[in-house]
DNA sequence: CTTTGTGCAAAGCGTTTGCACTATT
DNA sequence: AATAGTGCAAACGCTTTGCACAAAG
């Protein structure tokens, strides 16, 4: 047990940093500066981020040069090489960490935009279940359950959903 | 059971147009002529569809003076009133019908792009469990499997998912 | 007659792409 | 030296918005 990293809950051999390089490695990648930054940065902080947010972020690593293409270029080997989850909330790409993270999915709170982690292992065996009665080869899922926070719930009495305020 | 409509395989007192108007004249808008064609189109024949596809599909019905602000509005409306649902896939918007429509989920193909509809009730349990765990008020949810469907897996044995690709 | 809705074209926003330059291999 | 990656700015695709005109109440 020595050489693995504990990053949530998962145990892992390589840190995110080597697991990258390997996977850049294998493809005939280069291992480039602004590369080996961002996984640094993002590995470092993050936990659900969306582009935007990340840039701003950037600076406070001295990372202001790097141009937002290669940031998305990034992402997008990130998420290739299974080290983050991309998903779409509200028309823009949000992203989280994967690699030694364990399976989750969200709440997401209409008010606040705020994403709650839940797990469920029940959900795994549905997915699995349909998919088979489909003769479907599923590889992964997205389930989020939106609605109004506690926080939120306290506050307003009045709530936003598409089916009130008359 | 004589005025109840059959749009799937949930009974409903109203027609989509019925509907439609009660909620506009409830909210003092207007019943226009763009409106009143969109419900009836949209009802007529689409099951999933995007607002590019809506729109090539209006000349079948003679409605190519609609402009795309009103079809995007009207959407909007449509949602709000309960009739339509919509979801995110790839950046775009993609609607399909509510009303008199059960609750159900998707298998999303990644090769094909094709939407496959699934029921599941263990699903609602799963949300409402993990929302009174969490104190929070569920509106809905939104589950989607990704994979490959069974026409595609036949066609390719190579497949296209994130994780490989040499 | 008042006010909301429509259609058009322009703007907006997140993301992608072309290209000359830079850095890795 | 060869080739892949970077940064910039322009282009993109979908959606929203401002505005003058049309239509509903």
């Given at each position: 047990m020595s050489n693995e990293f504990s990053l949530g809950e998962v145990q892992v051999s390589l840190s995110p940093q080597e697991r990258f390089e390997e996977y850049l490695q294998s493809r005939g990648k280069r291992i480039t500066k602004p590369r080996r930054a961002l996984v640094d940065h993002i590995f470092r902080r993050h936990d659900h981020f969306d582009v935007e947010e990340l840039i701003e972020n950037l600076s406070e690593d001295g990372?202001?040069?790097?141009?937002r293409a290669t940031v998305y270029r990034t992402l997008e080997e990130l998420v290739k090489a299974g080290l983050l989850r991309k998903m779409e909330l509200k028309g823009r790409a949000i992203y989280e960490h994967d690699y030694g993270y364990p399976q989750h999915d969200h709440l997401h709170c209409?008010?606040?935009?705020q994403l709650i982690e839940f797990h469920s292992q029940e959900l795994a065996a549905i997915r699995d279940a349909v998919s088979r009665e489909h003769n479907f080869r599923a590889t992964g899922h997205r389930f989020t359950i939106t609605g109004v926070c506690f926080e939120c719930s306290r506050k307003r009495h009045r709530q936003q959903s598409p089916h009130d305020l008359i």
């Open positions: 990372l202001e040069k790097i141009g209409q008010i606040c935009s």
